[in-house]
């Protein structure tokens, strides 16, 4: 796109032509002339440099600029993503960036700097590197934003790496942490290409099969959708109702992945391959479409959800119904507002960047309850004690923020956002360290429940406290999050013990193709590694493709690797993933 050794003036009108369309807002003088000085400094700071594609460098911090205008970013984060590479690679200083465009553009250059200059070598490093994004998280949101977009590009253009490990060791990085980061964000368009672009160098088997099967099967389902919306179309004017938007959404690859191993590979219930979305003028018409569909055609029992009363912990909103449409053919149907699709595809840049009269907000504000999960992280890290190794620091921190999440309410309707599998204990120490010491007991729906219970989103839980109960040992063996773990064992004065090498705990979950001989082939593996297995087990063993899963103990991570390798080898294996 830019071509250093053109003319500036040339090269900077064709860029601010892109950023306001990309944009679609105005501008004050002073902004465009901060933009521009930015601009002509990344443009000389970079002239002779080349990516490993072999297209200048300056086209790199010019789509992360770009991409910053388009989720409407405001000025100064736009000249940060413009000088974002200038100071990482050694051509400036933090001291020019402050002199010649003030301390907040240079607050934000230093943020993404920061954590760029921690490359995710070995797991130590990759610790540190997570500390430091996830401080600056919390004291501005800019800082990450920039870092995902940053990550974004990166992405694209990936396979220009000469070095195999280092692209699968950025793409685990970016399906880990980037991805789930975005959605934490509420920004799913982000997130969607982060993970289909990390999944193809993570599982490249599981990529090439599962685009090949969407593939085949897209054309039927894209057909099937083009006779339906007519016919919505129809009963919705009747109805009076004008939709802002029909269209039909297809399902991503690495989403299909997913919902395909919960679901023992079976595609017959992955309801969703093309989902039809409608998006109205207000929550009114919401309800009153779904009136519509329900009366169109009958819906699925426990299949109808209604995330605008009770959105999702990222704030998502929508209502989402499957029904047995044309031919009794399983249909899922997601219906919201302009400004309900607008940030379940941008999430808080969506909406938190400006007020009504488009003036740019503060860094460091947020809408308390939509993302209070970032104070949370903040204290989260806090008491994350330092004696822990960096291996348990990196795995809480998946499980405790990134982990699929549920939410549950408290008898008053307030949201508890937890990770998949939390307990009513998870639960009570959520909301007090007080209340989870003293639990002696759990409603859920109103029923008494044991303590070890698995929650479900939507579950209205009321924890019995007693003064004098005390936490019990038992239940670090069925908590889910690190902060109720740290807690009961604080209150029990049980300290970690240090982590040794060659007591890798591991589990391996492995979804195959059901045949004879196919354990013995995968204890085969095991054994040439001359690993002791600890424990086998089996989901679904009826089912076409169950999923195994090996317990053992690696070594180190490099035989853990080798051994995930190999095993992907095995006739009919569809996925290796280690358990949370």
Known sequence: ????????????????????????????????????????????????????????????????????????????????????????????????????????????????????????????????????????????????????????????????????????????????????????????????????????????????????????????????????????????????????????????????????????????????????????????????????????WRPMPGRIKDYIALPKPNGYQSLHTTVFCLDGQPTEFQIRTESMHREAEYGIAAHWFWDEAGKPKSGAEFEGHKFSWVRQLQSWQKEFRRGQSSEEFLESLKIDFFKDRIFALTPKGDVVDLPEGATPVDFAYHIHSEIGSHTAGAKVNSKMVSLSTPLVSGSVVEIITQKNKKPSSEWLNFVKTSLARNRIKKALGITSPPHKTGENETELNITVKNRVGVLKDITAVLASFKIDIEGVSSTALGNEYPTITIKFRAKTREQLERVKTRLKKIKGVKSVAEKN
């Open 1 to 296: 796109m830019v071509n250093a050794s053109e003319n500036l003036s040339k090269t900077w009108l064709s860029f601010k032509e892109s950023l306001l369309a990309g944009s679609k807002r105005r501008f004050s003088e002073d902004e465009l002339n901060l933009i521009r000085q930015s601009f002509d400094y990344a443009v000389r700071a970079h002239e002779n440099q080349k990516r490993f594609s072999g297209e200048p460098y300056i086209n790199h911090v010019v789509d992360v600029s770009l991409d910053a205008a388009s989720l409407k970013l405001d000025a100064k984060t736009i000249s940060a993503a413009l000088l974002h590479d200038t100071v990482e690679d050694n051509v400036a200083t933090m001291r020019d960036i402050r002199k010649k465009f003030g301390e907040e553009v240079a607050f934000l250059v230093r943020g993404v700097t920061k954590v760029d200059k921690l490359k995710y070598h070995g797991v130590e490093r990759a610790a540190e590197s997570m500390r430091k994004m996830f401080l600056a998280v919390a004291e501005d949101i800019r800082v990450v934003m920039l870092k995902l977009v940053d990550r974004l590009n990166n992405m694209k253009t990936l396979y220009a790496l000469p070095s195999e490990e280092k692209r699968r060791r950025i793409a685990t990085e970016t399906l880990e942490i980037y991805a789930p980061l975005a959605d934490r964000l509420g920004m799913g368009e982000i997130k969607n290409e982060l993970e289909d672009l990390a999944f193809k160098y993570v599982y490249p088997k599981e990529y090439g099969w599962i685009k090949k099967e969407v593939s085949s099967k897209m054309p039927e389902r894209e057909k099937y959708i083009k006779k339906v919306m007519p016919i919505i179309k129809k009963e919705l004017s009747q109805e009076h109702i004008k939709p802002l938007e029909l269209s039909a959404r297809a399902k991503h690859y690495y989403s299909a992945w997913r919902k395909l191993l919960r679901y023992d590979m079976d595609w017959d219930r992955v309801l969703d391959l093309v989902a039809l979305r409608i998006v109205v003028a207000s929550v009114e018409e919401c309800y009153a479409v779904l009136g519509v569909i329900h009366k169109l």
